[in-house]
């Protein structure tokens, strides 16, 4: 099974033109550099959904928020 985490895009740290670019982004509080390719339209403050270490999509605050809280969860019960 993959899993997508999300996180939210704090900075662009490297950028070398239009597409390839990599991020700083916060998975809670963590801050892991993620690469941005797949989602060129990412900006700073968008959460996205990250697997291993890419970017693969965007999606809203609300979503990210439950599904983090969901993997909280998850985490106690192991």
Not at 2 to 8: E, Q, R, T, W
Not at 19 to 26: A, C, L, N, P, W
Not at 45 to 68: N, P, Q
Request: hydrophobic fraction near 45%; aromatic fraction near 4%; charge should be negative.
């Amino acid at each position: 099974m993959c899993l997508a985490v999300p996180g939210k895009l704090e900075k662009i740290t490297t950028q070398l033109d239009e597409t390839f670019r990599i991020g700083e982004v916060s998975f809670d509080g963590i801050i892991k550099e993620v690469n941005l390719t797949l989602v060129p339209e990412a900006k700073i403050g968008d959460y996205l959904l990250v697997h291993v270490g890419a970017a693969i999509g965007i999606i809203d605050e609300i979503e990210a928020k439950r599904t983090m809280d969901v993997l909280k969860e998850m985490g106690e019960e192991i």
